[in-house]
Nanobody
């Protein structure tokens, strides 16, 4: 089992930045990926960004490319999401997730993920 705890959400104004973090504990295995997903009210959960833990390759949804950056801290076993130039459309609950079933482009597929955090609210006001 893998436990994931997100932190760093909050209320910001349009154009500002926010950094989310996710601490992972438990048995992640040697070959896994971690991702960030988000869900706005009335919408499906969508991918935001993901990173393959072993070699650090990153993947992004088109909607956040150039604005968001995912990174990992291997000794601390944490993954972060730096979000810049936020807009009201980025308002959602952000979830951290982990999987042993995706290490390539499929890391943006939410159905590949077996372990999820409880989420952290990000609200961007106009």
């Amino acid at each position: 089992q893998v436990q994931l705890v997100e932190s760093g959400g909050g209320l910001v104004q349009s154009g500002e930045s926010l950094r989310l973090s996710c601490a992972a504990s438990g048995r992640t295995g040697s070959n896994y990926s971690m991702g960030w997903f988000r869900q706005a009210p009335g919408k499906e959960r969508e991918s935001v960004a993901a990173i393959v833990w072993s070699h650090g390759t990153t993947y992004y949804a088109d909607s956040v490319k150039g604005r968001f950056a995912i990174s990992r801290d291997r000794p601390a076993n944490t993954v972060s999401l730096q979000m810049n130039s936020l807009t009201p459309e980025d308002t959602a609950v952000y979830y951290c997730a982990a999987t042993n079933r995706a290490i390539g482009f499929e890391v943006l597929d939410r159905d590949r993920y077996d372990f999820w955090g409880r989420g952290t609210q990000v609200t961007v006001s106009s």
